[in-house]
């Protein structure tokens, strides 16, 4: 099984450059998250969704966009790219019910 | 609001030894789960132990326990016989349950080192 797969692994930006992160699983999850990490933090929510069609924000959305047409991909997209979103971006899903993430392996972002 | 604190940013720890890494959280919801994950160099988040607010039991997987006490709000993760290749970053983490909500909190983290 391939789990909660994101690409790319590693990415340099310049300022004001758009991209999308793609993240995929095939585990048929209905719940998938995007967060970020920074140095000295855990990891924060900036989007979800709960199933094909719906999203919904996290603690730190702004800047980022979500979309969710199938189960298995949940792209997050960078709009106008800030040296403030240089972090590393871990992509997740889950099942319904009392269940922990499966993480994907992340994707390191340097804005410059 | 909900939060976790981790307060101790790093452990060492001789092999073979046990090892408690501390979690407390707040929250006001009645039902919520409690996890673990670990970080390690390499970067990947594994999932370790689950605990939810109305298990009665301690969780328990392999090596892994959660020493969970509802009253005092912690919920301490506890490696048996620790090896070295249990050196990594340790996050706990607090999700309160209910139908759409899908925020994880995470705490700051404990680096711990196992010493030969």
């Known amino acids: 099984n391939a789990g909660v797969t994101q690409t790319p692994k590693f990415q340099v930006l310049k300022t004001g450059q758009s991209m999308t992160l793609q993240c995929a699983q095939d585990m048929n999850h209905e719940y998938m998250s995007w967060y970020r990490q920074d140095p000295g933090m855990g990891l924060r929510l900036i989007h979800y969704s709960v199933g094909a069609g719906i999203t919904d924000q996290g603690e730190v959305p702004n800047g980022y966009n979500v979309s969710r047409s199938t189960t298995e991909d949940f792209p997050l997209r960078l709009l106008s790219a800030a040296p403030s979103q240089t972090s590393v971006y871990f992509c997740a899903s889950r099942l319904i019910g009392p269940y922990g993430y499966t993480f994907g392996s992340g994707t390191r972002l340097t804005v410059v | 609001a909900q939060k976790i604190t981790q307060t101790q940013p790093g452990m060492f720890v001789q092999e073979k030894e046990a090892v408690t890494l501390d979690c407390t959280y707040d929250t006001s919801d009645q039902s919520y789960g409690l996890f673990w994950y670990k970080q390690p160099s390499s970067g990947e988040m594994i999932f370790l132990i689950y605990q939810g607010s109305y298990d009665e039991q301690n969780a328990t997987e392999g090596r892994y326990s959660l020493n969970f006490q509802k009253a005092r709000k912690s919920a301490n993760l506890v490696i048996s016989a620790s090896q070295l290749g249990d050196s990594a970053m340790y996050f706990c983490?607090?999700?309160?349950?209910?139908?759409?909500?899908?925020?994880?909190?995470f705490g700051t983290g404990t680096r711990l080192t196992i010493i030969p």
């Open positions: 983490a607090m999700r309160e349950q209910g139908f759409g909500n899908e925020k994880l909190t």
